[in-house]
């Protein structure tokens, strides 16, 4: 079992950066493929961003393409999400997940068994 955390959202102008952490306790994450999701009231979760368990492979919604990185610090058991040129429509709540499953990063929010309990990121115009 292994448990996320995230912080680092907050209220931001358009154009702007934010870096958001998300810290595992229970089991180390280089065992885990690893995803960021958002998700608005009344909508699905959308995919953002995964990282392969062993770091080789990542993958990008296309509309964070270019903007957004993820990357992970095994030492600090924590992957990241830097987000820069930041548009209102990255408003959302952020989750950060895990997966043991499969060999590389998946886009399916179902293959993910492990959740933080998200963090909000608020881009005015």
């Known amino acids: 079992q292994v448990q996320l955390v995230e912080s680092g959202g907050g209220l931001v102008q358009a154009g702007g950066s934010l870096r958001l952490s998300c810290v595992a306790s229970g089991r180390t994450l280089d065992r885990y493929h690893l995803g960021w999701f958002r998700q608005l009231p009344g909508k699905e979760r959308e995919f953002v961003a995964a990282?392969?368990?062993?770091?080789?492979?990542?993958g990008y919604a296309d509309s964070v393409k270019g903007r957004f990185t993820i990357s992970r610090d095994n030492a600090k058991n924590t992957v990241y999400l830097q987000m820069n040129n930041l548009k209102p429509d990255d408003t959302a709540l952020y989750y950060c997940a895990a997966s043991a499953y499969g060999s590389t990063w998946s886009r399916a929010s179902n293959l993910y068994a492990y959740w933080g309990q998200g963090t909000q990121v608020t881009v005015s115009s």
């Open positions: 990282l392969s368990r062993n770091a080789g492979s990542t």
